[in-house]
């Protein structure tokens, strides 16, 4: 049979179709606020960071296919339009506009009569739950002497006892961060460390393996995108340079930096697939500058924050997609115990004023537990003393005042783990 093998649905006489079965997905998530498509091709589109204006080819034939995907369901929030260009979309000239979270939109091309037509502009409704971190662990730190036990915490926000240590003492500061989901990572510290220690999803801490990247403390860590993590910034010496760690516990070598090189700053996930690096400091400047990360691991330049200049504090996610940073060191104030919340897209609030009854300190660890809440523990009060205190965060974002921790005081990092309570 004569004929040409088209990559479209249609089938004219003496043409044999590609069914849509034959359609080829981009491999690259469409993350940016603009993006030409092609016939024949489908893809992902991620509007979490901003709205997307998706240009159709400016030629087509009929039976040309093309499928977007509302990737994290966040087309409500920044919809997508598409530009039409010279042909018609439903018989009109119109650009569409698409603003329904986890809709799909399947066109494809008729005739220079009617243009473009949707096969398919279908909302998923039933959107199975992410499952959610139960558990939490501390591990490593110091107390004037570098450290390697680990206390878990359960799902009611319990913090066991010491267990024995594993892998090389060090202070690992905030370079502790959840990945793959249900586990957790401490890597890099002060002293010239580039090791990693993996947690499993049942809280066991892994021995030394090598890990890529520059070695340096003071950093900071978080998850981002689904099931992956980052981290950057650090001293020794201070630099901006990041790590990205993919859903095996493998860090990647240096990314080239961005933004502000700092160090005793904090990181934190917000919104959805999100994250944050803010504050820190430089030399004998406090910053209250943040860094957002996108859904695949890209750092932005320097952005205003909000709030006083402060280093050395710990952030933790409680409910849905709220994010409270606290505690900390601040060159006017010393130590605060003052909250940042950072709204789902990435705004650092002003200070809000301590609770009564919660001790002021750098150094803590914090974690989130129990699907929707968080906890801030340990920490270093001056003067050569370290606590064990915790604070529990509701999942409404309420700071609870001190209760009497477990484990040696100490100051540490902390990062959730596991789906299962």
Request: aromatic share 8%; charged share 10%; proline share 2%.
């Amino acid at each position: 049979m004569s004929g040409i093998v088209q990559n479209n649905i249609l089938r004219s006489s003496g043409t044999i179709a590609v069914t849509a079965a034959g359609l080829s997905w981009n491999t690259a998530v469409v993350t940016g606020s603009t993006v030409t498509v092609e016939a024949g091709n489908g893809y992902w589109i991620n509007t979490t960071s901003n709205a997307c204006t998706i240009t159709l080819p400016s030629s087509a034939e009929a039976g040309d296919q093309i499928v977007l995907i509302d990737y994290v369901r966040t087309w409500g929030t920044n919809a997508i339009t598409l530009d039409q260009g010279s042909l018609k979309f439903q018989g009109g000239e119109k650009n569409p506009v698409y603003t329904t979270d986890g809709q799909s939109v399947n066109i494809v091309y008729s005739d220079a009569t009617k243009g473009w037509l949707p096969l398919e502009d279908d909302v998923v409704a039933d959107v199975p739950e992410a499952p959610v971190t139960q558990k939490g662990i501390f591990a490593f730190g110091g107390d004037g002497s570098d450290l390697n036990m680990s206390n878990l915490v359960n799902s009611s926000g319990v913090i066991g006892s010491d267990v024995t240590g594993v892998g090389t003492a060090r202070d690992v500061g905030n370079t502790a961060t959840p990945y793959g989901g249900d586990k957790a990572i401490f890597a890099f510290g002060t002293g010239g460390h580039t090791v990693r220690n993996l947690v499993n999803n049942s809280g066991v801490v892994a021995s030394d393996a090598a890990s890529s990247g520059s070695a340096r403390g003071s950093g900071a860590g978080a998850t981002y995108g689904a099931d992956t993590a980052i981290v950057a910034y650090g001293n020794g010496p201070v630099t901006n340079v990041s790590n990205l760690i993919n859903n095996s516990g493998v860090v990647s070598a240096d990314v080239t930096g961005v933004g502000t090189a700092r160090e005793g700053l904090v990181a934190v996930p917000y919104g959805v697939g999100l994250a944050s690096f803010c504050f820190g400091q430089v030399g004998g400047s406090w910053l209250n500058t943040r860094n957002l990360v996108n859904y695949v691991g890209v750092v932005a330049s320097d952005a205003s924050g909000a709030g006083s200049g402060n280093n050395l504090q710990s952030g933790v996610k409680y409910g849905t997609t709220g994010t409270a940073v606290t505690f900390g060191g601040d060159n006017a104030a010393g130590y605060v115990n003052h909250t940042n919340l950072i709204s789902n897209t990435g705004v650092t609030s002003s200070d809000v004023t301590g609770v009564s009854g919660v001790t002021a300190r750098p150094y803590t660890g914090a974690t989130s537990y129990g699907g929707d809440k968080g906890m801030f523990a340990f920490g270093y009060v001056g003067s050569g003393t370290y606590v064990n205190y915790k604070n529990l965060v509701s999942n409404t974002g309420v700071l609870s005042a001190n209760s009497s921790g477990a484990g040696t005081a100490r100051k540490t990092g902390g990062a959730g783990y596991s789906y299962t309570a």
